[in-house]
């Protein structure tokens, strides 16, 4: 078993995924699991993303959602956000996300900023603008085929592509 490097706590577990997904990117956003699925379906069953996911939801966890996100050179740039605002017990997890990069993820092209430790605090006061940096914030790079997991207390956002190119990534949630 490959090991797993963790990355902010237990709510972030960064790891080299590296299976053949790059064999095609879609044309446009697409958030239907059937258009994805060829491609893309060794993203959600490969065993290093199960195994977090599992430690995260429990064994009864499954692939609710498949989202391909493509911000283009400009664009990206989300506010601070969590799927669950709340602070929840460890081992109640109902979400857990992956980000897959499909091209590598750098400071300039729009990578995902987290808030190391967020998914413990209760609703914090973030800056409406995604412009501006939040206090602690890292900005997650890494190569295309690696991936993020965390689950959905763990404040995230886009950051602003300032690249020129588009920044291609697949967002698969999974709840139990």
């Given at each position: 078993?490959?090991?797993l ?7 972030t ?7 053949a ?13 059937a258009?994805l ?10 065993t290093?993303?199960m ?11 499954r692939?609710?959602r498949?989202?391909?996100r ?12 969590a ?5 929840i017990?460890p ?16 400071a300039?092209n ?7 430790g967020s ?5 914090l006061?973030v800056p409406?603008?995604?412009?501006i ?9 890494c ?13 995230r ?15 698969i949630?999974?709840?139990?």
């Amino acid at each position: 078993m490959p090991k797993l490097r963790r990355c902010a706590s237990r709510s972030t577990t960064c790891f080299k995924l590296r299976v053949a997904i790059l064999s095609g990117t879609p044309a446009a956003r697409s958030t239907s699991t059937a258009s994805l699925a060829r491609e893309f379906r060794a993203a959600w069953t490969s065993t290093r993303i199960m195994v977090s996911i599992r430690e995260l939801l429990g064994p009864q966890a499954r692939v609710e959602r498949v989202h391909f996100r493509a911000p283009q050179p400009g664009h990206g740039a989300q506010a601070l956000h969590a799927n669950a605002p709340e602070p929840i017990a460890p081992g109640h997890e109902t979400n857990a996300t992956a980000i897959v990069a499909l091209v590598d993820f750098a400071a300039t092209n729009g990578a995902t900023r987290v808030i190391p430790g967020s998914h413990k605090l209760p609703r914090l006061a973030v800056p409406a603008n995604p412009d501006i940096p939040f206090p602690g914030e890292r900005i997650v790079t890494c190569a295309a085929g690696d991936a993020l997991v965390f689950n959905a207390s763990l404040r995230r956002g886009g950051t602003r592509n300032r690249s020129t190119t588009r920044r291609d990534s697949l967002q698969i949630t999974f709840s139990r």
